[in-house]
């Protein structure tokens, strides 16, 4: 009796643990996304300089890395961050393809959402799974079952009606949908690369994020003046005024959490169930914010978002299920 009432406990505790994690990475991934918004576009911040947001936010989060990695060192038995030293050359060298796209990445996700809103910033970079089917026949040769490729062919159908009704719309923006379409194929790209990566560090994903935050702090500073940002930096009133600075530090912490938290809701769930949850997420986020910026949308443009969502799951699915046959097959050719 006692035995059972034990395991009654730790399974009780078990998904009172994912309930937390997952509500902590909604609540954080939302918050960051309408946090973003409100400092690359707003008349409330009022600064045009989308590549200065990046930056600061990449600066706070090598900051924050920097500090638990020293704190790890002084008291290990409290604090555990993996040990690395983002100035080693060889280090450098080795990540530096990666902190590229890392750069990249994050310019042209924060200048989508600069330019669209919030309820069509999902719809907006759903050309991910698509690009990321592409890319992996075209870098490393890979097939994708036709089950798989069908779910993208669902996913550019939805983008495109998405992009129709937006287009209807007076928040609708070419350049953010264009800058929307570049993040996605930056991010396949990056996804594919991060596993080469991973080995230089251990499979670290968390000293991985440290070297690309180091890495960008230095590649955004040409950016910002190639985009000719500096003019509007100087000439901002308030750049000094506590208010901002507060802003831009809770944008660069939200930054940092989001990675952290996505981390985490893979180890305490699984891959899947992250992708998943992401998902459900973006539904959500959409519905909010339709909400909070009293957007009117039209029920195609919701079909889209559906169809979006939907075949995107799907597609997450598939892809589950051919990974476990494989490595049923794996297993059962093994013991043979």
């Known amino acids: 009796m006692y035995t059972s009432m ?12 994912v309930f937390f994690v997952v509500a902590l990475y909604w609540t954080v991934s939302i918050c960051t996304v309408f946090m973003n918004k409100l400092l690359l576009s707003s008349d409330t911040v009022n600064l045009d300089a989308p590549l200065f947001v990046c930056w600061f936010q990449c600066l706070v989060s090598a ?5 638990l990695s020293a704190l ?11 040990e690395g030293n983002p100035f080693d050359v060889d280090i450098f060298r080795k990540i530096l393809p990666l902190s590229i796209l890392f750069t990249l990445m994050v310019a042209t996700n924060n200048l989508c959402l600069k330019y669209v809103g919030v309820a069509f910033y999902y719809v907006g970079r759903s050309l991910t799974t ?41 928040q609708f923006s070419l350049r953010g949908t264009i800058y929307g379409v570049m993040g996605s194929f930056i991010l396949a790209w990056y996804s594919i ?16 994020s440290y070297y690309n935050n180091v890495y960008s702090s230095v590649f955004f500073l040409p950016l910002i003046f190639i985009n000719g940002e500096m003019n509007a930096i100087l000439n901002y009133e308030h750049i000094f005024a506590p208010w901002f600075i507060s802003a831009m530090v809770l944008g ?26 992401g998902t459900a997420k973006a539904c959500a986020q959409t519905v909010i914010a339709t909400q909070w910026y009293n957007d009117a949308k039209s029920a195609l443009w919701w079909a889209s978002n559906v169809i979006v969502l939907l075949a995107s799951a799907a597609y997450t699915r598939v892809k589950q299920l051919e990974m476990q046959r494989q490595h049923e097959r794996t297993t059962a050719t093994q013991k043979a």
């Open 72 to 82: 790890g060192r002084r008291y290990p038995n409290v604090i555990t961050f993996p």
């Open 193 to 208: 690369q991060t596993k080469k990566a991973l080995v230089h560090v251990n499979q670290q994903v968390l000293l991985l």
């Open 252 to 277: 660069g912490l939200c930054g940092f959490a989001i990675g952290f938290v996505t981390v985490l809701q893979i180890k305490v769930t699984s891959p899947l169930t992250h992708n998943i949850s």
């Open 63 to 67: 900051g924050l890395c920097a500090l």
């Open 130 to 170: 698509v690009f990321n089917v592409v890319l992996t026949y075209i870098l490393l040769r890979q097939k994708t079952s036709f089950k798989a490729t069908m779910c993208c062919v669902f996913v550019v159908f939805g983008f495109l009606l998405g992009v129709d009704q937006e287009s209807l719309t007076a």
């Open 6 to 17: 034990s395991e009654h406990n730790r399974l009780v505790n078990k998904y009172l643990l």
